[in-house]
């Protein structure tokens, strides 16, 4: 009776091996694909945010413009006008630029933001104004100020009316 002296070890076959790393494989290459889906989401979100927190600053400008008891035809902070008849423009009545941090500034250079903001026309000169306030990004797709930007990656658009009495 001969014993062997290397018995016979149990392990993984050559074919069960590369099935295991092939599932591995495109279980990675699904966790990268949905990691760079999450990150997209992610700036988009973050993007649509400081848009929402633009539209909510000027509206509450606007406000505060009318409020005052004085009598101003400019909002405080950022001077849109305040519309005093019933005709509404084909164009943007006011085009702010704001950095990322929603700081204001003067040229596009700087600015990630646009904002655009636009009086409807009112059936009197009683009856609240239609607005439309609309953020787009990047910037400077849109150089312009004045014209309704036609390039741009993303926008947030907020249509309200402002009682001006």
């Known amino acids: 009776m001969s014993i062997n002296p290397f018995p016979r070890s149990r392990g993984f076959s050559l074919i069960e091996v590369v099935v ?6 495109f279980c990675l290459i699904s966790i990268f694909g949905l990691l760079v889906v999450g990150m997209k989401t992610n700036t988009d979100t ?13 509206v509450a400008d606007l406000w505060s413009g009318i409020g005052n008891t004085s009598a101003s035809t400019r909002s405080p902070l950022y001077k849109i006008a305040l519309p005093s008849g019933t005709t509404a423009s084909a164009q943007p009545d006011k085009t702010l630029f704001f950095a990322e941090d ?6 596009v250079n700087q600015a ?6 636009s009086f409807g026309e009112r059936p009197s000169a009683s009856a609240p104004a239609p607005m439309s306030i609309l953020v787009t990004w ?25 009682s001006l009495y």
């Open 20 to 25: 295991a790393m092939g599932i591995c494989s």
């Open 46 to 58: 973050v993007e649509q945010s400081v848009a929402a927190g633009l539209a909510r600053a000027v």
């Open 102 to 107: 929603g700081t204001l500034k003067a040229n």
């Open 112 to 117: 990630r933001y646009r904002v655009d903001v």
């Open 138 to 162: 990047p910037a400077s797709a849109n150089p312009t100020a004045g014209q309704w930007p036609s390039r741009h990656v993303g926008n947030f658009q907020v249509l309200t009316a402002l």
